[in-house]
């Protein structure tokens, strides 16, 4: 068993929909959340970090962290075209980052 | 605005063939990474460093190996190529942490026939 899971998608959702994305994960030692955003024929870039559990939003983006079902999610609000991409959930207890698989978003306009 | 340059973004090599991946990023990072990224895999980390000429083992660094000279330049190396190390490589900086955000250049396509 991995221990990050993501599904690899791929998923299509209308333009102004809310996409969820979510990543499970086994070691309960991981305190760093991440969310990396990857366009095609780029490095990943991250868009969001949460410390240990909780929400947090930046703009349309909401990052939560369930680390007693050991659950993390991406909520997009209001999604646009230029959010088709792939989003990687990374984890890290303090040191090396462990990265989930990728899921792959497009959105439909 | 950090930058994280790679030397190529596409390389085509032999099995056997010594082969060398250059990254240099521009924002005195203390960190530098080496990640491959296969389909179903996600990226693996194969080696890091957080000084001048210290490396860590990643999770797989079999077949690898790295030299950081100076600070901002890390290289990766394939001794020996193999048909197997095919991959997209993504070199990445973060400032001081491993968990400080890690900036990523735009990869390496490698591919080994």
């Known amino acids: 068993q991995k221990e990050v899971e993501q599904d690899p998608g791929p998923l299509s959702v209308p333009e102004g929909a809310i996409v969820s994305l979510n990543c499970t994960y086994s070691n309960s030692a991981f305190q760093y959340f991440m969310w990396y955003r990857q366009y095609s024929r780029k490095g990943p870039e991250l868009l969001m970090y949460?410390?240990?559990?909780g929400n947090k939003e930046d703009g349309r983006f909401t990052a939560q962290v369930d680390k007693s079902s050991k659950y993390i999610s991406l909520f997009i609000r209001d999604s646009q075209p230029s959010d088709s991409a792939t989003y990687l959930c990374a984890m890290s207890p303090g040191e090396k980052l462990t990265f989930g698989t990728g899921t792959r978003l497009t959105i439909i306009p | 605005d950090v930058k994280v340059t790679q030397s190529s973004r596409y390389l085509v090599k032999r099995t056997g063939e010594k082969v060398f991946l250059e990254c240099v990023q521009d924002?005195?990072?203390?960190?530098m990474f080496w990640y491959r990224q296969d389909p179903g895999l996600g990226l693996r980390l194969i080696y890091f460093s957080y000084d001048v000429k210290m490396k860590e083992k990643g999770d797989i660094p079999e077949g690898y190996s790295v030299s950081r000279e100076k600070k901002e330049r890390f290289s990766l190396i394939l001794e020996s190529a193999s048909t197997n190390q095919t991959s997209m490589y993504l070199c990445?900086?973060?400032?001081?942490?491993?968990?400080?955000?890690?900036?990523f250049g735009p990869g390496t396509r490698l591919t080994v026939l």
């Open positions: 990445a900086s973060s400032k001081t942490q491993s968990t400080d955000t890690q900036y």
């Open positions: 924002m005195d990072h203390e960190n």
């Open positions: 949460t410390y240990s559990s």
